[in-house]
């Protein structure tokens, strides 16, 4: 069974960091691109990053360009997000999702890590 | 910035046929994708590739896209249909873009 378990939410002070995982399990996590999307509380969905099976190709949304690093460790079946430099308007649902190739969409989500920025 | 245009609200009774629309510049050239989220739960992909339904999926849902225009279609809509729905594709090829959902009421 295919399983992504988000971790690492919870409140932050507006300019603090935060990580975020993403612990895959149930396919063969090297075949797939893997992408983050949020949704801020009552609020539509957001794509956030993506990232190339391999690591090397990787893209964002433009409003966390220099203060989010998406990456992942094939060894351990892990997505992170790194966070840094954290505004209100981060605040929402993360959930970390897998790719289908070919422009195919997100096929499966974990069930999503609250992130707080509030002082 | 690429943007993808859905109706905010839709209602439909009971077996009739929900068509929700996604409108974007040329977005029949590109694949879309369809997104069903229920209150307090994940998404879920309801439709790929404009029109592939995955596996699990019921056969009453379904798409089309052409033109500007892309919609999911849901025949004999049932109660437990009632949930918010998004549309996404691809900007470029590294962009992904969501729409800013339709929530489906069946009454």
């Known amino acids: 069974e295919v399983q992504l378990v988000e971790s690492g939410g919870g409140l932050v002070q507006p300019g603090g960091s935060l990580r975020l995982s993403c612990a895959a399990s149930?396919?063969?996590?090297?075949?797939?691109?893997m992408s983050w999307v949020r949704q801020a509380p009552g609020k539509g969905l957001n794509w956030v990053a993506s990232i190339q099976p391999d690591g090397y190709e990787i893209h964002y949304v433009d409003s966390v360009k220099g203060r989010f690093t998406i990456s992942r460790d094939n060894a351990k079946n892990s997505l992170s997000l790194e966070m840094n430099s954290l505004r209100a308007e981060d605040t929402a649902v993360y959930y970390c999702?897998?790719?289908?190739?070919?422009?195919?969409?997100?096929?499966?989500w974990g069930q999503g890590s609250l992130v707080t920025v509030s002082s | 910035s690429y943007e993808l245009t859905q109706p905010p609200s839709l209602s439909v009774s009971p077996g009739q046929t929900a068509s929700i629309t996604c409108s974007g510049h040329k977005l029949g050239h590109k694949y879309t994708s369809w997104y069903q989220q229920k209150p307090g739960q994940s998404p879920v992909l309801v439709i790929s590739?404009?029109?592939k339904r995955p596996s699990g999926i019921p056969e009453r849902f379904s798409g089309f896209s052409s033109g500007n225009t892309a919609t999911l279609t849901i025949s004999g809509t049932q109660a437990m249909d009632e949930a918010d729905y998004y549309c996404?594709?691809?900007?470029?090829?590294?962009?992904?873009?969501f729409g800013g959902g339709t929530k489906l009421t069946v009454l």
């Open positions: 999702a897998r790719d289908v190739p070919n422009w195919g969409g997100l096929d499966r």
């Open positions: 590739q404009d029109s």
């Open positions: 996404q594709a691809w900007d470029s090829t590294t962009t992904v873009v």
């Open positions: 149930g396919f063969t996590f090297t075949s797939h691109w």
